[in-house]
Every structure is written in C-alpha cells, then in structure tokens.
C-alpha cells in the first residue's frame, strides 16, 4: 500500500511545477528524497527549482518544458513516462476561465479541457502499465471541490474537474491489490503566488484559503495511505459535501454568482 521508495533510477513526476501547488508537491517529494521530472512551460522557472532542489536535498530533478494542451509536444512526454521507472505521477498542471462560455475565447476552453481532462487521462494511460508491471506506483490526481458541483461561469473549468475527479476515484476502484495508489486531491482554495490570485482572494475571506505547502504534504501523505480523496482545510470539507450531496438546482444559481463576482463580471 505504500509508495515505492525512492532509487537512483525511479523519479517522481510532477505537471505544473513551474508554480503554486506543482512547486509545493516537487518540493515535498523532493524533501522525501525522491528525484524528479518537473513538467510546465516556463523552462526558466524549471531550471531555477531544479537547481534549487538539487541544491537542498541532493536530488536528481530532470526538466521537460512542454505546453500540455498540445497533443503534438505532450506526445513524446507521454512515450518517454511510458518507458522509464516512473515511482509517482502528480497530475497536477491545470488552468480556469471566468465567465459566460459563450462569452469565452473557444480555442482556449478547448485548451482547457485539453490540458485540464485529456493530458490527465494520457499521461496516467503511459505510466499505468509500467506500474503495474512493478506492482508499485503512485498516482495523484488534481482534480477540484469545483468538479463536485454545477458551476456556472466556470463551466468549461468545473466540468474537466469533474472529469478529473471521476476519472480518479473510479481508477483507484479498478487498482485494489494491485500496489498502484490513486489519491483524488479535491481543494477548495489554495493559496499560491499565483499573480492571477490577487483579484480573486479579494473576494474570498482570507480563513477559506489554506497554504499549498500544507496542501502538498497532505496530498503524498495520503497518496502513500492510497486514500481515496483528499480536500485540504475544514471549510473546504464543507463545501466539498455541500457540492455532492446538496441539490444542484439550489446551488447552481447561488455558486454561479459568487463565480460571476469572482471573474469580475
Ligand atoms: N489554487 C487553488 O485554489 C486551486 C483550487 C482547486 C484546484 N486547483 C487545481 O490545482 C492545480 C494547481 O493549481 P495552482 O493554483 O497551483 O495553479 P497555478 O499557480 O496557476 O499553476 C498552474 C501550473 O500549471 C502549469 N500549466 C498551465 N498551463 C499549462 C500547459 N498548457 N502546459 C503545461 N503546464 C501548464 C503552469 O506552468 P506554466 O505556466 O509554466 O506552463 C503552472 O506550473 C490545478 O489543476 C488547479 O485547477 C487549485
């Protein structure tokens, strides 16, 4: 039920390391003594955390600048995660919209479910076999207390979420005995340094957020228990029950207009 340990060889894999809860969870797996594959776009700030987790805890943490939303360049990625010892996947990279569907860019929503469901479903498709041949792995999934829910003016956002955290716990139903855990990360807000998040934490009171450094080091803790879900902070708790079992007639129009508020609209 644990995680494979880590070795000089195996690597732990994290999508979205370039900032906020990607960088929290390579340094945790780093602090763990894992090395590491850092996957984002921004090659710089890459380098500069490989460096620096190099550095601090003598880890080995490898660089893949790649735009996930593009199936042409995630391609290779997904061969090279397909063959190599992966110990841990952190599906982590994921991006939201604000605001009217139909009042969006449509290239970019379809980017967003690229990004947000299709590279999630991929990437996990190229390491499974491999795990399971070894009979150890670990994956976390990043989905959202969003995708618990209807969401209006985050439809695109909501609805990859709720791809993500089906696909996940539905995945760790199918892997019983078989030594590969799959852990749901479902959070409420997350604080991170995110420049995006200074018009958005305006609107949400300052108790709701939790730190992604807290978030990350419940995620591998629960990853290596192999729990099924995990919802950092107790007001996201409440929210995360509230989105699944309160009725979504009731509750699509009241989070619809917080969401409104929250895109500035
Ligand atoms: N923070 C929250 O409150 C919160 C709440 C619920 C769920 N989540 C979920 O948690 C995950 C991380 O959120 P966060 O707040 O840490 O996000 P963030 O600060 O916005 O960081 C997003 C990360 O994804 C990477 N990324 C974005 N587009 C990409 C692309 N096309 N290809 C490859 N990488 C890409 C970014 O790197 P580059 O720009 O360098 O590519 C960055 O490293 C997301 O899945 C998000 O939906 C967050």
């Not at 000089?8 to 999508?15: G, P, S």
């Not at 490898?62 to 952190?90: F, H, K, T, W, Y």
């Not at 009042?103 to 491999?130: F, I, M």
Request: proline letters at 5%; hydrophobic letters at 45%; charged letters at 20%.
């Amino acid at each position: 039920m644990s995680l494979p340990a880590p070795t000089a060889d195996n690597r732990a894999v994290v999508t979205g390391a370039s900032q906020g809860i990607g960088t929290a969870l390579a340094e945790e797996l780093a602090r763990r003594g894992y090395s590491l594959i850092l996957v984002a776009r921004r090659k710089e700030l890459l380098t500069d955390l490989a460096v620096r987790l190099g550095d601090r805890y003598g880890v080995t943490a490898e660089v893949r600048a790649v735009d996930l939303s593009d199936r042409e360049e995630r391609g290779p990625l997904s061969a090279e995660l397909a063959e190599r010892d992966i110990a841990i996947l952190c599906n982590n990279a994921g991006v939201a919209t604000f605001g009217p569907v139909a009042k969006l860019d449509p290239a970019y929503e379809r980017a967003v479910v690229e990004l947000n469901s299709v590279a999630v479903h991929d990437l996990t498709l190229s390491v499974l076999p491999g795990m399971l041949a070894r009979r150890a792995g670990g994956i976390l999934i990043t989905g959202s207390v969003a995708g618990n829910m209807a969401v209006p003016n985050n439809a695109t956002y909501a609805a990859t979420k709720a791809f993500t955290n089906s696909f996940s716990e539905s995945l760790r139903g199918e892997l019983g005995g078989t030594g590969v855990n799959v852990t749901l990360l479902a959070p409420g807000p997350v604080r991170t340094t995110n420049p995006d998040q200074e018009d958005v934490g305006t609107k949400i009171p300052e108790f709701v957020w939790v730190s992604a450094a807290h978030t990350a080091k419940l995620s591998i803790d629960s990853l290596a228990r192999n729990k099924m879900r995990v919802v950092p902070g107790l007001i996201s708790k409440g929210m995360s029950v509230a989105g699944q079992y309160a009725p979504r007639a009731l509750t699509a129009p009241v989070v619809g207009a917080v969401y409104k508020r929250m895109g500035g609209l």
